[in-house]
């Protein structure tokens, strides 16, 4: 049974601040998404990795895959308020996007 | 862009009815998804649907059922709701056989209340 584990699950830096938020998976997969959700809100997709050393990068966030350690991070550089949501890693399961696991969130709280 | 459109944004129930959440996205997609989502529990997986009429079970699929009579339309049915069913439903889709892959899209969430 693929698991897929993120930490932190809970997160509070100060603006300005860098830090990495870790997503590992426990079977082979070399297709892993991000996404973000603000409160009460849907799932809003961020980045598709989809080959080892894939690395994507939108704004203040960069997004990096290592298949063979079964690792995806999510980097925050210089952080500001904007960026507090929750954010989801997900990995494929059959190679195809027709089933995805997810990890439980790491929700991002951006002090001033 | 893709759009997945669920009917109702909120929805409060009593104990006992008969709940349809409906789906329709508007890509052509294979691929339909119901998840719920609960704090501290992340999202789980229901059920889904690859093809029209096909369907297989997530992994807590009691209590629910799903139909999938249009491609474009996947709908999850409570039997008869419970206070344990009260929570976010999320719906999803993607394609797989149109060439490239960007995961799920997801529609804006069913809040449902059962008392």
């Known amino acids: 049974e693929l698991k897929v584990e993120q930490n932190p699950l809970f997160l509070s830096m100060q603006e300005g601040k860098n830090y990495t938020i870790y997503c590992n998976y426990s079977?082979?997969?070399?297709?892993l998404y991000w996404y973000r959700q603000d409160p009460g809100k849907s799932l809003e997709s961020l980045f598709v990795l989809l080959s080892n050393g894939a690395v994507k990068q939108e704004g203040r966030l960069m997004a990096s895959l290592d298949t063979k350690a079964r690792l995806s991070t999510l980097h925050i550089t210089a952080a500001v308020h904007d960026l507090s949501a929750t954010y989801f890693c997900a990995v494929d399961i059959r190679g195809g996007s027709e089933k995805l696991v997810f990890g439980k969130g790491t929700k991002l709280t951006v002090n001033p | 862009d893709v759009k997945v459109t669920q009917s109702s944004r909120y929805l409060v129930k009593r104990t006992g009815e008969k709940v349809f959440l409906e789906c329709v996205q508007d890509m052509d997609h294979e691929n339909m998804f119901w998840y719920r989502q609960d704090p501290g529990l992340g999202l789980r997986l229901i059920y889904f649907?690859?093809?029209?009429?096909?369907?297989e079970k997530g992994d807590i699929p009691e209590g629910y059922s799903v139909s999938r009579e249009k491609k474009e339309r996947f709908s999850l049915i409570l039997e008869s709701a419970s206070t344990n069913q009260t929570s976010m439903y999320l719906c999803?889709?993607?394609?797989?056989?149109?060439?490239?892959?960007?995961?799920?899209?997801f529609g804006s969430g069913t809040r449902l209340t059962v008392v």
């Open positions: 999803a889709s993607s394609s797989t056989t149109h060439g490239t892959i960007y995961g799920y899209t």
């Open positions: 079977t082979t997969s070399d297709r």
């Open positions: 649907s690859y093809d029209v009429k096909m369907k």
